[in-house]
């Protein structure tokens, strides 16, 4: 996410659980072992200033051998210029 926002438009964060880093922005998961049926986790995004469109609280599917399907959270910032 940016630092800074200029705009009462949307603003998308997008999710995936995957097995490795992806270009862009990533943060690594310690220690997570996906068992052979898989695994549910549950991504919450919050940030004060920001208003949701939508949930904001998934469950995401982890399989043992793929990347999850990439979930977006949508929101926008409640005043013209927001600092994240």
Do not use: C
């Not at 997008?14 to 072992?33: M, N, Q, Y």
């Not at 986790?41 to 051998?65: E, Y």
């Amino acid at each position: 996410m940016p630092e800074r926002v200029e705009t009462l438009g949307p603003l998308s964060l997008i999710v995936a659980i995957t097995l490795g880093p992806r270009e862009g922005s990533s943060s690594g998961l310690k220690d997570f072992v996906v068992p052979p049926e898989g695994a549910i986790v549950t991504v919450i995004v919050s940030s004060p200033g920001l208003v949701a469109n939508g949930d904001m609280q998934l469950n995401i599917h982890v399989a043992p051998d793929a990347d999850s399907e990439p979930y977006r959270f949508a929101s926008r910032p409640d005043r013209w210029v927001y600092t994240l």
